[in-house]
């Protein structure tokens, strides 16, 4: 077996899943100028290698890992947001104390599947299963219903449920929290949402050192059992994939969080106070570059000092130079002297 290691090309990810020598990379009847076999089903991963290649396979996972960490996302705004909406719902607290003690588990249990599938989710060692993700989007989808009955059901199915979520989105009756657990309630049941960060899987392929992988995996591993590919998944009609993203979404989040504390905290301030604090900060870059504290040195001969005064003050600021060599202008290295 093989393990091939995926690394994401639009958004940061990577997985591994296991293959054998034999499974082919590329259809038959593919030509070298790259045509494509549109016949292997997105959704037929339970058997990848009688699709003929596992090249949909393995995209169909990279989708599917995607849609869960977007799901991921609002399933945790709405674990948040379920102890103030279940408040806020007509005849909740005057509901039987047995049937919001069920709820409250089910609230442990949706919090607890967040956690593991984040954790899965970092995991890039253990190899990925080829319906993993899709029980994961089902699971998710089934706890969010039971906590929000009144907006993810529907008498006529999940269909309606999700188009009575839109609609009900772009009520202006509506109030904002309301309208923010309608959101992340369409994120989570919608199986289309943001498919166009997907990747076609039907017009997929794994690259290897900026080409498209053909044949199969024994042509890149030998008789090597135990070797490990690091892929990436791109249009194979496509131009190389580029460099692996560098920032993950905890990052992002983070960054973005930190920038709007700051944009809160300079809204706060007074014109002389945004003054001073842009002043101070000059002040600072200035010792940085200038008056870097001196450090113990085995010998201070050669130690010139840079004064600097400006009108009005006697402050001077000291430039260590004793590590810098001299200059010559008309002599080469070699002639100087060695002391």
């Not at 089903?41 to 596992?54: A, D, M, N, Q, R």
């Not at 919090?111 to 899709?134: G, N």
């Not at 289309?192 to 690259?207: M, P, Y």
Request: aromatic letters at 6%.
């Amino acid at each position: 077996m093989v393990f091939v290691i995926v690394k994401g090309t639009n958004y940061p990810d990577e997985f591994t899943v296991e293959r054998a020598l034999t499974d082919a990379l590329s259809a038959p009847e593919e030509t070298p100028r790259g045509a494509v076999d549109v016949n292997p089903s997105p959704h037929t991963c339970s058997s990848l290698s009688s699709t003929g290649t596992i090249v949909p396979g393995i995209a169909h996972i990279l989708n599917k890992r995607h849609h869960v960490r977007l799901m991921l996302m609002s399933a945790q705004e709405l674990a948040t947001l379920w102890p103030e909406y279940q408040r806020r719902s007509d005849g909740t607290l005057s509901s039987e104390a047995g049937e919001k003690q069920d709820l409250e588990e089910v609230l442990g249990r949706y919090q607890a599947l967040i956690d593991s599938l984040y954790t899965r989710l970092k995991d890039a060692k253990t190899p990925v299963l080829a319906d993993e993700f899709d029980n994961a989007e089902r699971e998710l989808r089934t706890l969010t219903a039971t906590l929000y009955p009144s907006l993810c059901n529907h008498p006529d199915g999940s269909e309606a449920a999700v188009q009575q979520l839109y609609t009900k989105h772009e009520d202006p009756e509506l109030d904002e929290d309301t309208r923010l657990a309608v959101y992340h309630c369409r994120a989570l049941l919608d199986p289309d949402w943001k498919a166009n960060e997907r990747v076609k899987e039907d017009e997929a392929a794994l690259w290897f050192c900026g080409k498209p992988m053909e044949a199969t995996l024994a042509k890149y591993c030998g008789r090597n059992e135990k070797s490990k590919v690091i892929v990436k998944v791109a249009p194979r009609k496509g131009s190389a994939p580029s460099c692996e993203p560098r920032m993950r979404y905890e990052d992002q989040r983070a960054l973005y969080r930190a920038m709007c504390q700051r944009r809160e905290t300079y809204k706060q301030l007074e014109d002389s106070e945004l003054r001073d604090r842009v002043i101070q900060q000059s002040r600072n870059t200035k010792q940085l570059l200038l008056g870097v504290a001196a450090t113990s040195s085995s010998y201070n001969e050669g130690t010139q000092m840079l004064a600097a005064s400006s009108s009005g003050t006697s402050s001077s600021a000291a430039l260590r130079t004793d590590g810098l060599r001299p200059i010559f202008s008309r002599k080469e290295e070699r002639e100087l002297p060695i002391s």
